[in-house]
Nanobody, 117 residues
């Protein structure tokens, strides 16, 4: 069965950095678009960044130039490097693996990121 396990969340002050990791198993990782989404209290889940199987990346405007998504197909892992964190980045961050052609969509359990001053 498919598992996506996030790690790396925590508490950080504004301006700080965190690196999230998502280890995938049970799927052929290199075929999937990998993405990070987040959901803040009282808000809808939103896409933060994605990395397609062909190497294209996409970022939400709110995180451009601060966050970087990367993937290691040999390790079946996707990362999100988050720099210059802001209070509004506080949310639960979810890892997502999607293969639209096969209508496959998998989610991790989420990891909490809290930016506090």
């Amino acid at each position: 069965q498919v598992q996506l396990v996030e790690s790396g969340g925590g508490l950080v002050q504004p301006g700080g950095s965190l690196r999230l990791s998502c280890a995938a198993s049970g799927l052929t990782f290199r075929f999937y678009t990998m993405a990070w989404h987040r959901q803040a209290p009282g808000k809808e889940r939103e896409l933060v960044a994605s990395f397609t199987n062909s190497g294209s990346t996409n970022y939400a405007d709110s995180v451009k130039d601060r966050f970087t998504i990367s993937r290691d197909n040999a390790k079946n892992t996707v990362y999100l490097q988050m720099n210059s964190l802001k209070l509004e980045d506080t949310a639960v961050y979810y890892c997502n693996a999607a293969w639209r052609l096969r209508k496959q969509d998998f989610w991790g359990q989420g990891t909490q990121v809290t930016v506090f001053s």
